[in-house]
């Protein structure tokens, strides 16, 4: 989850891990109970959090918005999510709010972001 304002959801059945910057913005990831959670690495602005479950690597992400944001957006991708992804050599999950698109048919007008497209190709 994205734009999280809340500690905690409290959802019976459900680990959750929250990521929150001190304005109460940030990620989350919800697992079941049942799966073992190991690993977990949250970025200190609350933009993203990584866990593993299971030997899956989950990663969240909120990135920054905007037009006049673009280039914080490109940072983003190119060097702040780096602690998420550790090196990591397994099945992974990546999702989020990117706020940016890696084609252009995938939009009306801009947002292209080559830093994201290279991170979801690598």
Avoid: H
């Amino acid at each position: 989850m994205q734009e999280v304002a809340i500690d905690s959801f409290k959802l019976y059945g459900y680990q959750e891990i929250v990521n929150l910057n001190p304005q109460k913005r940030g990620t989350a990831i919800l697992c079941k109970e049942s799966f073992k959670i190991g690993d977990v690495v949250k970025l200190a602005d609350g933009r993203g959090i990584a866990m593993e479950v299971e030997g899956v690597l989950f990663v969240n992400v909120y990135a920054p918005s905007g037009s006049q944001n673009r280039q914080e957006r490109a940072a983003f991708f190119e060097k702040g999510i780096t602690p998420l992804l550790r090196r990591y050599q397994g099945k992974a999950v990546f999702g989020g709010d990117f706020n940016c698109v890696i084609d252009k048919n995938e939009c009306w007008g801009r947002g292209i972001c080559q830093s994201l497209a290279e991170v979801v190709n690598g």
